[in-house]
């Protein structure tokens, strides 16, 4: 399928500040993996608020201003918007101004939770997110340990008001079998909005963004995939995108023999 623009809003495109790019020299090779992908807009997206890395806005930011005018310098053609992979804690209220969201009014957020469970007090935060006006864009639920055994957990707060993000490479199978087939579940319950790459700038970690967009296009239909790639635009410009349509995942009965 070819697209005349897409837009990837989950990036580790930034050089030296997280656990994506380690150089310059990795984001501009990221940089122009993206334009060969068909990649056009670029949120980039550092880790911020977990374990090891804070990234404060105004250096996001600043970073975002330098590696554009990089990028210009050597003509290539992508545009990049300052964002933040933001690591759910319980402080987010208190450190509100300090987010970026994926628009610039702040009207979504990318909200990461630790890859091995969701915290207890998630749907507390992102209540509180919401009554602030930004709806959390919860990334790659299809890697999260808890969510893989009990899908309800993100079809409730899908329900609460909350969108979702699958990974491109999730998709396509870089992660295994299992996670593929749970990612293609959740787009057939429509329990996930949009596609991103989380390019890391590591192996296994690059650019398939054009290569998911066309296979949820053979799996389920061209408008699918069009419709991801719409909603990648209308976040980044602030444009209402809610879930709909959206279901529960059957789960598997157990059959016992006596």
Known sequence: MDFEKIVDLHCHILPGIDD????LEDSIAL???????????ILATPHHLDNK?????????????????ELDSR??????????????????????????????????????????????YAEKMIFELLKLGTTPIIVHPERNKEIQKNTDILYKFIQQGALAQVTATSYIGGFGDDVAKLSQKFVAHNLVQIVASDAHAMRG?????SEALSQIGHDFGKDKAIQFEKNAEDLINGFNVMASN?????????FFFF
């Not at 402080?91 to 915290?119: A, C, I, R, T, W």
């Open 205 to 209: 970690r690059d650019f398939v963004l």
């Open 246 to 254: 959206y279901s529960q995942i059957a789960k598997k009965k157990h």
């Open 20 to 23: 994506g790019s380690q150089s």
């Open 75 to 120: 003509q290539i053609p992508l545009k990049i918007f300052p964002g933040q992979e933001v690591h759910i804690n319980g402080e987010l209220v208190q450190k509100y101004d300090d987010l970026l969201g994926v628009d610039l009014k702040k009207k979504y957020m990318l909200l990461e939770f630790p890859h091995s469970n969701v915290p207890a």
């Open 53 to 69: 890395y804070v990234n404060h806005r105004s250096d996001v930011e600043r970073l975002v201003k330098n590696f554009q005018a």
């Open 31 to 41: 940089a122009n993996e993206a334009v060969k992908d068909g990649v056009t807009h």
